[in-house]
């Protein structure tokens, strides 16, 4: 079975700018949670999808806003993009039941 | 304080010993205790998972829990050069499926010494 799947997996952007992170989890499973890891540190929760509703939401500012599609692919957007949001973005997916999370291999992105 | 706490490292260890690697986290009421291996440049990836207190088992990996003491810990027995990597601890304080929201740790670098 795939993974679970992210896109782009490198982006560069500038100041100011948005970008949309696209992710798809193994089949089968539900929810979809969305990780910043900057450099050097362990990720960081930013969002939690369950069945198309928001189950929790992280520390994170409104610049970030994320949805779920009906056929439990996510997206992760970011508005008015800072220096300080240059991370990998990691989405992970969770079978029913359980509380694992599979980690996708992540979304680079690099603001200038 | 951090709500989960790693030794940063690095910890270097030679090839064939074992492997010993601690967390603490703050959250009494955690329920779920994870250990993610992260490569250099690649996505964590899940090596175990515990529950309980004690210990649990999968093949060269021993995952241990005390809840009393708010402490977990990663050992690896018969360490090899490809277990070099960033391993990382998390916590879910949740226990109800649906609401799953892990806290890492900053991870602990292993080096394995040939």
């Known amino acids: 079975d795939a993974g679970v799947t992210q896109s782009p997996t490198h982006l560069i952007k500038t100041r100011g700018q948005q970008v949309t992170l696209r992710c798809s989890p193994i089949?089968?499973?539900?929810?979809v949670s969305w990780y910043q890891q900057v450099l050097g540190q362990g990720p960081q929760f930013i969002f939690q999808?369950?069945?198309?509703?928001?189950?929790g939401r992280g520390n994170f500012p409104d610049r970030f806003s994320a949805r779920q599609f009906p056929n439990y692919s996510s997206e992760l957007n970011v508005n008015a993009l800072l220096l300080g949001d240059s991370a990998l973005y990691l989405c992970?997916?969770?079978?029913?039941?359980?509380?694992?999370?599979?980690f996708g291999p992540g979304t680079r992105l690099l603001v200038l | 304080q951090k709500e989960v706490e790693q030794n940063s490292g690095p910890l270097s260890v030679p090839e064939g010993a074992i492997a010993s690697l601690n967390c603490t986290y703050s959250?009494?009421?955690?329920?779920?205790f994870f250990w993610y291996r992260q490569y250099s440049g690649k996505s964590p990836e899940l090596i175990m998972f515990?529950?309980?207190?004690g210990d649990k088992e999968d093949g060269r990996f021993t995952a241990q829990l005390n809840k009393a003491s708010q402490y977990v810990s990663l050992l690896i027995r018969d360490s090899q050069p490809s277990d070099s990597a960033t391993y990382l601890c998390?916590?879910?304080?949740?226990?109800?499926?649906?609401?799953?929201?892990?806290?890492f740790g900053t991870g602990t670098r292993l080096t394995i010494i040939p």
């Open positions: 992970a997916s969770t079978p029913s039941g359980v509380e694992t999370q599979y």
């Open positions: 089949s089968g499973h539900k929810s």
């Open positions: 999808y369950y069945e198309k509703e928001e189950r």
């Open positions: 959250d009494r009421g955690s329920q779920s």
């Open positions: 515990i529950y309980s207190n």
């Open positions: 998390a916590v879910n304080p949740a226990s109800n499926f649906g609401n799953e929201k892990l806290t």
